[in-house]
């Protein structure tokens, strides 16, 4: 499963990147927002840090407004995918972006219809917002099951990203359903790689080896 990380700020980018984990990264107006800069630098920065795609949302809700708002996009840089919400004027958007080699992500996935529909218009990326679903206490990974269940029987090529990942478990449950992507942001990328007994293993490693030196000391001393 391929992983990206979800946010706009390029110190998490860079860090990711040197652990040799990220396979893209997904930007929201949100996330954006969240940088203070201007949206087409910053992405020009995060676009030359990754060879992956890197999404980058429109803002119009209107398709002829949001077509022009991605060709723009588009020609930032090479590995830009363009985000597009899940309205009737997105999937417009979408087949006339797909007509025209620029490649989409359709966000705001809330239901297996949606996504067929994203599929059906030749969406690149679908992205099922699942932690959403759990804060209201719904089950969001039913959403990744029937996903890819339906893209399956169909043999769509549009790559399941999963969406508002809020913990480790979420990735697992994906990876086990074989969804393509999961987006993740940094402190659940932090999360993945810590383990308790890990930390407790490496200590006790440590002070046994203590024991090592003191005879590898006394032996030097006691040939002197
Ligand atoms: C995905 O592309 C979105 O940027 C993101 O996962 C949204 O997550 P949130 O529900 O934490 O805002």
Same mark, same amino acid.
């Given at each position: 499963?391929?992983?990206?990380?979800?946010?706009? $700020?390029?110190?998490?980018?860079?860090? +990711?990147? #040197?652990?040799?984990?990220?396979? /893209?990264?997904?930007? $929201?107006?949100?996330?954006?927002?969240?940088?203070?800069?201007?949206? @087409? &630098?910053?992405?020009?920065?995060?676009?030359?840090? !990754?060879?992956?795609?890197?999404?980058?949302?429109?803002?119009?809700?209107?398709?002829? &407004?949001?077509?022009?708002?991605?060709?723009?996009?588009?020609?930032?840089?090479?590995?830009? !995918?363009?985000?597009?919400?899940?309205?009737?004027?997105?999937?417009? +958007?979408?087949?006339?972006?797909?007509?025209? /080699? %620029?490649?989409?992500?359709?966000?705001?996935?809330?239901?297996?219809?949606?996504?067929?529909? +994203?599929?059906?218009?030749?969406?690149?990326?679908?992205?099922?917002?699942?932690?959403?679903?759990?804060?209201? #206490?719904?089950?969001?990974?039913?959403?990744?099951? $029937?996903?890819?269940?339906?893209? #399956?029987?169909?043999?769509?090529?549009?790559?399941?990203?999963?969406? #508002?990942?809020? $913990?480790?478990?979420?990735?697992? &449950?994906?990876?086990? %359903?074989?969804?393509?992507?999961? @987006? !993740?942001?940094?402190?659940?990328?932090?999360?993945?790689?810590?383990?308790?007994? @890990?930390? %407790?293993?490496?200590?006790?490693?440590?002070?046994?080896?203590?024991?090592?030196?003191?005879?590898?000391?006394?032996?030097?001393?006691?040939?002197?």
């Amino acid at each position: 499963m391929k992983i990206f990380i979800d946010t706009a $700020n390029v110190r998490e980018i860079k860090e +990711a990147v #040197s652990m040799g984990i990220v396979d /893209g990264v997904t930007t $929201n107006p949100t996330l954006v927002a969240k940088e203070n800069r201007s949206m @087409t &630098e910053l992405l020009e920065e995060i676009c030359a840090l !990754v060879s992956g795609p890197v999404s980058a949302e429109v803002i119009s809700l209107q398709t002829e &407004e949001m077509v022009s708002e991605a060709r723009k996009l588009s020609r930032i840089a090479k590995n830009i !995918v363009v985000k597009i919400p899940l309205i009737k004027e997105g999937l417009q +958007a979408v087949r006339v972006l797909s007509r025209e /080699g %620029i490649k989409t992500n359709v966000t705001l996935c809330f239901s297996p219809s949606q996504a067929l529909l +994203a599929a059906k218009v030749g969406a690149d990326f679908i992205s099922p917002f699942i932690g959403r679903f759990d804060d209201i #206490s719904q089950e969001g990974m039913d959403l990744i099951r $029937n996903i890819k269940l339906i893209y #399956s029987n169909y043999n769509f090529k549009t790559e399941i990203i999963v969406a #508002s990942v809020r $913990n480790p478990m979420h990735i697992v &449950e994906a990876a086990k %359903i074989g969804a393509d992507i999961a @987006t !993740v942001p940094f402190a659940v990328i932090e999360q993945l790689i810590k383990h308790p007994l @890990t930390d %407790i293993g490496i200590q006790r490693f440590l002070k046994d080896w203590e024991k090592v030196s003191q005879i590898q000391t006394q032996k030097v001393s006691s040939a002197r």
